[in-house]
């Protein structure tokens, strides 16, 4: 699929006329939704908050610790 996508991208962007199969454009259309409503998830304060470990003001440098005993197995927002 991206290298039809790719294809498609390139001939617009030279002025030329593109086609692009449904099933493929469903595809690209359904790929990008799903990657915007994971950044958005993410990047909300609750979340950010909440569900991710957040420390506002950073403690101390541990380079290789365990993620259970620092974060409580979550993972880190930013």
């Known amino acids: 699929h991206s290298e039809a ?13 593109a086609v692009l199969d449904d099933e493929i454009a469903r595809f690209s259309f359904a790929n990008d939704l799903r990657d915007l409503a994971t950044w958005a998830y993410k990047n909300s304060e609750y979340v950010g908050e909440e569900v991710l470990a957040y420390l506002p003001i ?16 979550k993972a880190w927002s930013l």
């Open 5 to 17: 996508i790719m294809s498609y991208m390139q001939a617009i962007m030279q002025g030329g006329e």
């Open 58 to 73: 950073p403690g101390e440098y541990v380079p290789c610790g365990d993620l259970e005993t620092l974060t409580g197995g």
